[in-house]
């Protein structure tokens, strides 16, 4: 399976930012997605989980109420939405499937497909 990230950029403070992840070579629709980012000289972190039918989710405490996790596996795609950028949101951003399993897993290591990242920068 191949992931693509695309829709990071420069955006200052209190802006917004669409991230958009499409998959191939496999169709993702009964597994579950995520969303991680790395910042420099940091470890990577997951940002947000959705099951395989987007009917459940779960985020990181520092992006709760400003990123929103959504998945269309009509077209075998996941989504961020960041509102409310920070500079601390400052990143590269992954997408990240794990199959099989159900588990709504936080830890990096429980995935084994990556898409390439995609840089966010938040200025102030």
């Known amino acids: 399976v191949q992931l693509r990230e695309s829709g990071g950029g420069l955006v200052q403070a209190g802006g917004s930012l669409r991230l958009s992840c499409a998959a191939s070579?496999?169709?993702?629709?009964?597994?579950?997605m995520a969303w991680f980012r790395q910042a420099p000289g940091k470890e990577r972190e997951s940002v947000a989980v959705?099951?395989?039918?987007?009917?459940?989710?779960t985020y990181a405490d520092s992006v709760k109420g400003r990123f929103t996790i959504s998945r269309d596996n009509a077209e075998n795609a996941v989504y961020l939405q960041m509102n409310n950028l920070k500079p601390e949101d400052t990143a590269i951003y992954y997408c990240?499937?794990?199959?099989?399993?159900?588990?709504?897993?936080?830890?990096?290591?429980?995935?084994?497909?990556w898409g390439q990242g995609t840089q966010v920068t938040v200025s102030s």
């Open positions: 959705i099951s395989w039918n987007g009917g459940k989710t």
């Open positions: 990240a499937t794990r199959f099989p399993g159900h588990e709504l897993e936080t830890r990096p290591d429980e995935y084994a497909y």
């Open positions: 070579g496999r169709t993702l629709s009964s597994y579950v």
